[in-house]
């Protein structure tokens, strides 16, 4: 018998007992929400493109319809879902209007197994006009920018998807925070 090695773990294999089982907190819009409302899918992948099962975690702080970052209300714009055995999580949203200067966008943060520290990085949408003038999109290289994007999903209205890539080829643009 050939033994392989397996990967490194920094966290070890108990990271999904702190993951939260609250599915409430992936709807972010209530009923009566001002906005459009939106499905947004998030799936979380590794280095080699392979799902992270049961074990990260997606949160979300974003702005209301009209871009400013509520506090109470119908819409308290923060979200926090573990991934599935596919490695996919979905919450349900309001789009965000613009902030400050700023294209719409969702601020998220990535939690998972090997992580010594969370990640930080931002959803714009795919199309948005105002893209072409947000100032921190403006800071990633434009070959690298389609990994902050999330794209409508075909026959779904209002349904929108992203990858996060925690390594490699195609490695989502992280923030240092």
């Known amino acids: 018998m050939r033994l392989i090695p397996t990967a490194s773990q920094t966290v070890g294999p108990f990271f999904n007992f702190g993951l939260t089982a609250d599915q409430s907190l992936g709807i972010l819009a209530r009923d009566g929400t001002p906005g459009e409302p939106i499905r947004l899918e998030f799936r979380v992948v590794d280095g080699d493109g392979m799902p992270t099962p049961g074990d990260s975690m997606i949160e979300l702080w974003q702005a209301d319809a009209t871009g400013r970052y509520p506090s109470s209300g119908l819409f308290f714009g923060f979200g926090r879902l573990e991934t599935n055995k596919e490695g996919i999580c ?39 006009p105002a893209n072409v003038r947000d100032p921190v999109l403006a800071l990633v290289p434009e070959a690298r920018r389609g990994t902050l994007l999330a794209h409508p999903v075909a026959g779904q209205p209002n349904a929108w998807r992203i990858e996060i890539c925690l390594q490699g080829d195609g490695e989502t643009v992280f923030f240092d925070l």
């Open 90 to 128: 979905v919450f349900e949203t309001i789009k965000p209007g613009a902030v400050a200067g700023a294209a719409p966008h969702i601020n998220v943060v990535v939690f998972a197994r090997g992580l010594l520290k969370h990640l930080f990085t931002r959803v714009y949408f795919a199309g948005e």
